[in-house]
Each structure stands twice: as C-alpha cells, then as structure tokens.
C-alpha cells in the first residue's frame, strides 16, 4: 500500500536554529515529490516538486531534497514566520495520477 | 487572479441534515478534488473528477455525494449519513496530463451542533 510518513510530528525551533523535515515514503511507481506549507484555518500552499532522486529546490531559508526512499525538507536560519505545518505527498503513478500525503510536521520558531 | 474559491468559511450543521461546499476553479483545470482534513492526520480523499459529467470516490466517500456539471464547479454534499462530519474540508484542482501538484482552496470548517 502506498505511504507517506512525516517526522517529527511537531518541531519547536529557536530563530537562527537550523533542522529538517524527513518525508519517507512507500510509493510505488513514485513520479514526483510534492512539498506544501500550511498555514492555520488555511489550504496548503505550494513550494517544490522533486522528480528523482538526488535533485534539490531552494526557496529562500527552505531546501527540499530526494533520495530513493525519502526527502528532506532543511530548514536554515528559521525565522518566526517560517511557522506552519509543512506537507508532503508522493505522486504515484496508479489507476489514476494521485497525490497520496502525509501527516504533516507542525513547525513553530520562536523569537 | 485565476484560483479556487470555496465557500462558506464556515459552517455548522444540526443532527440530520444535508450540507453543501461549494467549490469554483477558474484555472480551467480538468481534475477537481475534495479532501478532508482532521487533527493529525494526512488529507484523506473524498472525491474526483477527472471530467465533466464523471467522478469516483476517493477513500472515504461514505456519507458524501458530489456533482460535476460544469467545469469550474465542483460541489460537496455531507449527507446525514456521514456521522462524524465535523472537519476542515479541502478542495483541490490541477491539470490532468503530466505531474502537477494540486492548487487548493482556502477550506471549509464544517462543525456539527
């Protein structure tokens, strides 16, 4: 059964304190790896795709990277706005195109 | 600004009745999604539409029924069949060829009173 598993569930980080996200997953005939930010009350917002293993996306303090079995999301230098909860699906390639997610890290940094 | 607006924000349901979210997309995106979400867990899917006029239930349909008449529109119906239907509700679009991630709506929180 295809899935995707987000550690740790929740992560408490001072601002400056550099961490990461781990997404693996158990997606067959994976096609791509999908990174979102969600804010409270909100609907998930967009930041990478990672098509195969070894490829890396940076967007300002985030660093999505993918090897064979998981992905990283890298965290540098948070800031207080960097709080949220970040997702991440797996794009399989099944009876139909599907993004399967997981659970979700809820990331909070403090001043 | 092409995206998708889902409405209410909020709503609140009495024991036994039917609701309706709504969903509008203008991307002129041909798969619509709905997905719900609950305090630690992933989004769990409902139902999609890959097409006018088609859908297929996801792995929760249960208690739910969609339409699919139009395009842009893809609305939700939380029948009173669905016994544990207070949730955040997602709707999502994308394109169907190729792999694109999803654009989601703002959701729905659906609360029973």
């Known amino acids: 059964e295809d899935q995707v598993t987000q550690s740790p569930e929740a992560l408490r980080l001072q601002e400056g304190e550099s961490s990461s996200l781990n997404c693996s997953y158990t997606v067959s005939g994976l096609r791509g790896l999908f990174w979102y930010r969600q804010d409270p009350g909100k609907g998930p917002e967009f930041l990478f795709t990672l098509y195969s293993a070894g490829e890396e996306k940076e967007k300002e303090r985030l660093k999505a990277t993918l090897t064979k079995k998981e992905s990283f999301l890298h965290i540098t230098a948070p800031k207080p706005e960097d709080s949220a909860t970040y997702l991440c699906?797996?794009?399989?390639?099944?009876?139909?195109?599907?993004?399967?997610f997981g659970a979700g890290t809820r990331l909070a940094v403090h001043p | 600004d092409g995206g998708i607006t889902q409405s209410p924000k909020y709503l609140f349901r009495k024991e036994g009745q039917n609701v309706t979210l709504s969903c509008e997309q203008n991307l002129n995106h041909d798969a619509m999604y709905w997905y719900r979400q609950d305090p630690g867990q992933g989004l769990r899917l409902i139902y999609y539409s890959q097409i006018v006029n088609d859908f297929q239930k996801g792995d929760i349909a249960e208690g739910y029924s969609v339409s699919r008449e139009k395009k842009e529109s893809f609305p939700l119906t939380v029948t009173s069949a669905q016994k544990n239907p207070t949730a955040f509700y997602l709707c999502a679009s994308s394109i169907q060829e190729g792999v694109y991630g999803y654009t989601f709506g703002s959701g729905t929180r659906l609360t029973v009173v």
């Open positions: 699906a797996g794009y399989n390639s099944g009876g139909y195109n599907k993004l399967i």
